[in-house]
């Protein structure tokens, strides 16, 4: 038991939660029939929108209620009401963005992991595939990037989910990747860091969703330094 504790304090990210919110959780992921799985789904949505770590890791919590529902009930309440909500937060982007970088920045990076978690047959979710291609085009418009941070979460997504998403639909891929080469070499209000970011994971596309070490190297050192 001691090991399932600890285990969903270190897969899931929940440290963040207050402590009934933890509780809620974590009997949501092991008897979510006992638990108002709307409440859950929305202090999930919620925690995603504030807070960047949780974010990035929130696919596998939402991916294990779903499982949990499934055996549990063969019931689909938990996805209905998260689906639900991504759509009204993604509805609404473009103010989120307006108001807080850091919240926008946020949304794209839960949508994104709940398309790389969230699998139907073990394939990813096709409803998922045009929200998160809107995502990722509108981080390569001309005013995201001269945004650090826009960049930072584009390079991040397309490390994560780049592969899977251009088997789903390779042209897109195509038609952003042309943004991006447009940016990397005619926008002159990149920062260097952008420039460098941009660079990195044209090579990383262009390598087959991978980087030699090499380059590795030549662009972790540039990071880190």
């Not at 399932?4 to 899931?12: G, H, P, R, T, V």
């Not at 799985?37 to 974010?55: C, G, N, R, T, W």
Request: hydrophobic share 40%; aromatic share 8%; glycine share 4%.
């Amino acid at each position: 038991m001691e090991k399932m504790e600890n285990l969903s304090k270190e897969d899931y990210k929940i440290q963040s939660f207050d402590l009934e919110t933890q509780k809620l959780l974590k009997t949501a992921l092991k008897d979510p029939g006992s638990v108002d799985l709307e409440k859950v789904s929305s202090v999930i949505v919620d925690q995603s929108l504030k807070d960047q770590i949780f974010s990035r890791e929130a696919g596998r919590i939402c991916y294990t209620i779903v499982q949990a529902e499934a055996k549990q009930s063969n019931g689909s309440v938990f996805r209905r009401n998260l689906l639900n909500r991504l759509q009204q937060e993604f509805k609404a982007r473009e103010e989120t963005r307006k108001r807080s970088t850091q919240e926008w920045v946020c949304l794209v990076s839960f949508i994104c992991n709940i398309f790389d978690y969230l699998k139907v047959n073990n394939m990813p979710m096709m409803a998922l595939v045009p929200p998160v291609y809107d995502c990722l085009f509108r981080l390569a418009q001309s005013d995201a990037l001269k945004n650090e941070e826009e960049v930072d979460c584009l390079v991040l997504q397309l490390h994560r989910i780049g592969d899977q998403l251009e088997k789903m639909n390779a042209p897109l891929m195509d038609e952003l990747f042309n943004l991006l080469r447009d940016g990397f070499l005619l926008q002159e209000d990149l920062s260097s860091m952008g420039r460098l970011l941009l660079l990195e994971i044209l090579e990383f596309r262009a390598g087959g969703w991978t980087l030699s070490d090499t380059a590795q190297k030549y662009y972790y050192s540039e990071v880190t330094d």
